[in-house]
């Protein structure tokens, strides 16, 4: 949170006490004028205020779910096993056998939950268009 903070700081608002500091100095070193004006085009409208409000932790938990599903969706994958996988990221020890419930499992891991419920919403919406 804090690097997307100072990054946003840098883009938006240079004299902001959030672009100040180590993260903030070692950004404006790595990325260049050029890529400052691409992350400011970007955050066009946004405010400062709202991208310090960002739930990085829910963030990172949508993207790892959104990444799971493409790749489930373009490799043909198996939901259960990636599922499982995004469990163990946290939980190594959990090894469900083939055929285990994984409710308590899924439930219990903000970024399974997110990938199960993007399946399951996109399933219903194909549903709805085909029924």
């Known amino acids: 949170a804090a690097a997307l903070t100072a990054l946003a700081a840098l883009a938006l608002d240079p004299a902001s006490p959030h672009a100040d500091g180590d993260m903030a100095t070692a950004?404006?070193?790595?990325?260049g004028r050029r890529a400052l004006r691409r992350v400011r085009k970007q955050l066009e409208g946004a405010s400062l205020e709202a991208?310090?409000?960002?739930?990085a932790a829910a963030f990172r938990a949508d993207l790892v779910a959104l990444a799971g599903a493409i790749a489930v969706d373009r490799n043909g994958g198996d939901l259960r096993a990636a599922?499982?996988?995004?469990?163990q990221r946290t939980r190594p020890?959990?090894?469900?056998a083939d055929g285990d419930d994984?409710?308590?499992?899924?439930?219990?891991?903000?970024?399974?939950?997110?990938?199960?419920?993007?399946?399951?919403?996109?399933?219903?919406?194909?549903?709805?268009?085909?029924?």
Do not use: N, Y
């Open 27 to 31: 950004l404006d070193a790595e990325l």
């Open 93 to 96: 020890e959990a090894r469900p």
């Open 51 to 55: 991208i310090a409000a960002i739930d």
């Open 83 to 87: 599922l499982v996988a995004l469990v």
């Open 102 to 131: 994984l409710t308590h499992l899924v439930d219990a891991d903000a970024a399974a939950s997110r990938l199960l419920a993007r399946v399951t919403g996109a399933w219903c919406e194909r549903m709805t268009r085909e029924i």
